[in-house]
Protein backbone atom coordinates (compact mmCIF):
# COMPACT_ATOMS: atom_id res chain seq x y z
CA UNK A 1 0.00 0.00 0.00
CA UNK A 2 1.11 3.69 -0.55
CA UNK A 3 2.36 6.24 1.94
CA UNK A 4 0.00 8.80 1.16
CA UNK A 5 -3.50 8.44 0.01
CA UNK A 6 -6.40 11.24 -0.65
CA UNK A 7 -8.18 12.54 2.07
CA UNK A 8 -11.79 12.21 0.71
CA UNK A 9 -10.82 8.57 -0.55
CA UNK A 10 -9.79 7.45 3.11
CA UNK A 11 -12.55 8.85 4.68
CA UNK A 12 -14.99 7.03 1.90
CA UNK A 13 -12.89 3.74 2.80
CA UNK A 14 -13.31 3.70 6.27
CA UNK A 15 -17.18 4.77 5.97
CA UNK A 16 -17.13 7.97 7.60
CA UNK A 17 -19.04 9.12 4.95
CA UNK A 18 -21.31 7.02 2.20
CA UNK A 19 -20.35 7.97 -1.03
CA UNK A 20 -16.90 9.61 -2.06
CA UNK A 21 -19.01 11.99 -3.75
CA UNK A 22 -20.11 13.04 -0.50
CA UNK A 23 -16.55 12.90 1.36
CA UNK A 24 -15.75 15.70 -1.21
CA UNK A 25 -18.43 17.94 -0.52
CA UNK A 26 -18.04 17.65 3.05
CA UNK A 27 -14.04 18.79 2.81
CA UNK A 28 -15.09 21.62 0.08
CA UNK A 29 -17.96 22.48 2.50
CA UNK A 30 -14.69 22.80 5.57
CA UNK A 31 -16.26 20.14 7.31
CA UNK A 32 -12.79 18.44 7.03
CA UNK A 33 -9.51 19.42 9.09
CA UNK A 34 -6.07 18.00 9.06
CA UNK A 35 -3.81 18.49 11.83
CA UNK A 36 -5.62 21.68 12.68
CA UNK A 37 -6.08 23.39 9.05
CA UNK A 38 -9.32 23.19 6.58
CA UNK A 39 -8.41 20.67 4.32
CA UNK A 40 -9.20 20.08 0.62
CA UNK A 41 -10.28 16.94 -1.20
CA UNK A 42 -7.10 15.56 -2.99
CA UNK A 43 -5.35 16.48 0.50
CA UNK A 44 -2.35 13.63 0.76
CA UNK A 45 -2.86 12.31 4.20
CA UNK A 46 0.08 9.83 5.91
CA UNK A 47 -0.08 7.99 9.30
CA UNK A 48 0.00 9.88 12.23
CA UNK A 49 -2.36 12.78 10.50
CA UNK A 50 -5.19 13.61 13.15
CA UNK A 51 -8.93 14.41 11.10
CA UNK A 52 -11.39 16.51 12.81
CA UNK A 53 -14.14 15.55 10.74
CA UNK A 54 -17.67 17.22 11.14
CA UNK A 55 -20.15 14.56 10.84
CA UNK A 56 -24.17 15.34 11.87
CA UNK A 57 -23.44 18.37 13.80
CA UNK A 58 -20.48 16.64 16.29
CA UNK A 59 -17.16 16.43 15.25
CA UNK A 60 -15.54 13.31 15.57
CA UNK A 61 -11.41 13.21 15.80
CA UNK A 62 -9.85 10.54 13.94
CA UNK A 63 -5.64 9.32 13.86
CA UNK A 64 -4.40 8.01 10.76
CA UNK A 65 -3.04 4.40 11.48
CA UNK A 66 -2.99 3.33 8.11
CA UNK A 67 -3.93 4.95 4.55
CA UNK A 68 -6.18 2.71 2.53
CA UNK A 69 -7.97 4.10 -0.92
CA UNK A 70 -10.03 1.32 -1.69
CA UNK A 71 -13.21 0.63 0.53
CA UNK A 72 -12.45 -2.56 2.32
CA UNK A 73 -14.59 -4.28 4.92
CA UNK A 74 -15.73 -2.77 8.45
CA UNK A 75 -13.41 -4.78 10.17
CA UNK A 76 -10.81 -3.94 8.20
CA UNK A 77 -11.69 -0.60 8.11
CA UNK A 78 -11.98 -0.27 11.76
CA UNK A 79 -8.30 -1.13 12.08
CA UNK A 80 -6.75 1.49 9.74
CA UNK A 81 -7.86 4.68 12.33
CA UNK A 82 -7.95 5.44 15.83
CA UNK A 83 -10.90 7.27 16.51
CA UNK A 84 -10.20 10.06 19.68
CA UNK A 85 -13.87 11.27 19.90
CA UNK A 86 -14.96 12.08 23.43
CA UNK A 87 -17.87 10.74 24.33
CA UNK A 88 -21.20 12.97 24.30
CA UNK A 89 -22.26 14.76 27.42
CA UNK A 90 -25.30 12.60 29.06
CA UNK A 91 -28.40 13.77 27.84
CA UNK A 92 -29.25 15.08 31.77
CA UNK A 93 -26.96 18.07 30.98
CA UNK A 94 -27.79 18.79 27.37
CA UNK A 95 -29.39 22.56 26.97
CA UNK A 96 -33.41 23.28 27.33
CA UNK A 97 -35.19 23.77 23.81
CA UNK A 98 -37.66 26.32 23.64
CA UNK A 99 -40.87 24.44 22.14
CA UNK A 100 -43.88 26.56 21.09
CA UNK A 101 -47.08 24.63 20.29
CA UNK A 102 -48.46 23.97 16.70
CA UNK A 103 -50.10 26.97 15.44
CA UNK A 104 -49.13 29.65 18.08
CA UNK A 105 -47.91 31.86 15.76
CA UNK A 106 -45.24 33.84 15.61
CA UNK A 107 -43.54 34.45 19.21
CA UNK A 108 -44.42 38.15 20.87
CA UNK A 109 -41.53 40.69 21.51
CA UNK A 110 -42.02 38.96 25.42
CA UNK A 111 -41.45 35.56 23.95
CA UNK A 112 -38.44 35.90 21.74
CA UNK A 113 -36.91 37.64 24.65
CA UNK A 114 -37.48 34.96 27.24
CA UNK A 115 -36.43 32.48 24.25
CA UNK A 116 -33.09 34.59 23.60
CA UNK A 117 -32.77 34.59 27.43
CA UNK A 118 -32.61 30.38 27.58
CA UNK A 119 -30.24 30.43 24.75
CA UNK A 120 -27.78 32.53 26.18
CA UNK A 121 -27.38 35.50 23.75
CA UNK A 122 -28.65 38.09 26.17
Not at 1 to 19: E, G, Q
Not at 47 to 76: C, S, T
Not at 79 to 102: L, S
Request: proline content about 7%; hydrophobic content about 40%.
Amino acid sequence: MSDSVRVDAWLWAIRVYKTRSAATTACRAGHVRVNGSHAKAAQAIRPGDELRVRVNGFDRILVVRQPIAKRVGAAVAATAFDDRTPPPPPREFAGVVAVRDRGAGRPTKRERRDIDRLRGRE
